[in-house]
């Protein structure tokens, strides 16, 4: 089964791991087969939010959310049930620096 | 018209003492917490009807499982809207006893566990945990848990539904954890059993009365631990349950005042559980791998030996707050070592520790911190500052027994002190122990 961990981290802490040290993490989760894809973003501030109402899209600059902590980069991996997601997550170097939130895919129904 | 029939005599039997097993293993084998209740139900509906033609089978249990499995199974294949319905269909046809569910012992052993550790999974909210604990391995109805927690019936229901949802979409494996996962795991468990037996054991609000069958449950619940998996801390809790139990009737009189530990008539302690508890303790501490709840345990036995308060080892309790403070600090804890300082040194000394914690801002919202102190106060003879802190601890305090006793505390405080006979102010212990 498939889970996005989403990595989250207060702003200044967005570059508390290290580079190297988040590259050589991933491709350690590739060798073992867990991981589908992973990415670092950039700081919420240079987002955009794009809506579509009524046709018409709409965009603002954000989102700013209340919360301190923002997304920080994610990691798709592929594991046998939560426990096993569990155990990867906690092994995502950010997880000790904010936060890693685990949700399971939602396969689409056909 | 009663006509007792001893047949449907026996499936009660068996259902009583089987039934959460038979779930437990069905649940293992079905895969789903809901289609294995249905099944669990018509196993017996089927025990029902065959049993009083065939009579009742060498191993019920076995009989159980594979009459549940085979009619889940059958229920799926004709609703045909699961998609693992291949998947079940390829583990064969079953007969009257299904041979391949059962061969592998340890695992229908294991099952129990199984099932009290994936209600107890961390990723599931702490009052979810609670109530799908109780409804699934102690077997409570709905109504009953909802009674017991004084909650409504249908927040309680939507919230076993939730849990039972999140175990499937999350996909919440239904296994013991490894070596590794378990230390975390069961502190979990043992968490929502302690959770339990203090709901009822202390009633935080609401009457008394069905409030005592919670404890009883969360002390069924630490047995079958105990029996599952002996570790150091399980002993422990079963131990600190026992203990506190062993006082139940001594700790409430016959109009439901609470009473204090010091105040309490020891010759109604109840001396077998005390002698079990004990035991525990004992086994547990030897196995050096004991934590808090092995300590608290250890405290209780201590308080449990002594004939009269004046008894009490205080200096063996300060040694063991001491062990607490250093594997499971908290203010509570160091509240209830400052009164055990105060016993063993005299009630300045405890003083000078609670005003230190208080002053810190850690406990100015905890009402024993402020009765503690009121009562250190009082021994004190410093009566004005002994009758705010009371009335502080009264403000904040939400039981009703609890609130009368402080209310009456403060009275006796107001009236000229009637000095005990041996010339000395009554020293009491800490109210949180009682």
Sequence with gaps: MKYLCLVYLEKDKLRAVPDKECKASSEGFRHSGVLMAAEALQPVETAATVRVRNGKVSVTDGPFAETKEQLAGFYLIDARDLNEAINAAAKIPPAREGSVEVRPVRELEA | ?434
């Excluded at chain 2, 019920?60 to 594979?66: E, G, I, K, Q, T």
């Excluded at chain 2, 979810?128 to 009674?147: F, P, W």
């Excluded at chain 2, 506190?244 to 302690?269: F, K, M, N, P, V």
């Design chain 2, 1 to 434: 018209m009663t006509l007792i029939d001893p047949i449907h005599e026996a499936v009660n039997e068996v259902y009583v003492a089987h039934s959460r097993r038979v779930l437990a293993t069905l649940i293992r084998l079905l895969g789903d917490f809901d289609v294995a209740e249905e099944a669990l139900q018509d196993a017996f509906r089927a025990a029902l009807e065959q049993w009083p033609r065939d009579g009742v089978p060498a191993n019920p249990r076995a009989w159980l499982v594979s009459a549940g499995r085979f009619k889940a199974i059958d229920g799926l294949r004709r609703r045909s809207r699961f998609d693992a319905l291949d998947d079940v269909g390829e583990r064969g046809e079953i007969g009257v006893i299904d041979a391949a569910a059962w061969a592998d012992a340890e695992s229908v052993e294991d099952d129990r566990l199984r099932l009290i550790f994936t209600c107890c999974h961390p990723a599931l909210a702490p009052d979810a945990q609670v109530a799908l604990t109780l409804r699934e391995v102690c077997g409570l109805t709905t109504e009953q848990i909802a009674q017991a927690f004084l909650t409504p019936a249908p927040t309680l229901a939507q919230r076993i539904v939730r849990a039972k949802a999140k175990i499937r979409d999350a996909r919440i494996p239904y296994q013991v954890p490894t070596p590794a996962e378990l230390p975390d795991r069961l502190d979990a468990v043992l968490r929502v059993i302690y959770l339990v037996f203090n709901e009822g054991y202390e009633a935080s609000t609401g009457s008394m009365l069905t409030r005592h069958d919670l404890s009883a449950e969360a002390i069924r619940l630490g047995r079958l631990l105990a029996e599952l998996l002996p570790e150091p801390e399980v002993l422990g809790l079963l131990a600190l349950m026992l203990l506190h139990e062993s006082r139940r009737a001594a700790r409430t009189s016959s109009t439901g005042e609470l009473i204090r530990l010091d105040d309490q008539d020891r010759s109604l302690w109840d001396r077998q559980l005390i002698a079990e508890g004990g035991r525990l303790v004992e086994q547990s501490l030897l196995s050096r791998r004991f934590g808090s709840y092995t300590i608290q345990a250890a405290i209780s036995a201590v308080h449990s030996e002594a004939p009269t308060p004046a008894d009490t080892d205080w200096k063996e309790i300060v040694g063991l707050y001491d062990a607490l403070m250093r594997t499971d600090p908290s203010p509570v804890v160091e509240l209830n070592r400052s009164v055990a300082i105060a016993m063993r040194d005299g009630p300045s000394a405890g003083l000078a520790l609670i005003d230190a914690i208080l002053e810190r801002g850690d406990l100015t919202e905890y009402r024993l911190a402020h009765a503690a102190r009121a009562d250190l106060c009082r021994r004190l003879g410093r009566v004005a500052d002994a009758r705010r802190s009371y009335e502080r601890a009264i403000a904040l305090t939400q039981q009703e027994t609890e609130r009368r006793f402080l209310e009456r505390q403060l009275a006796n405080l107001q009236q000229p002190r009637s000095v005990a006979a041996a010339g000395q102010p009554r020293a009491s212990s800490n109210m949180g122990e009682v």
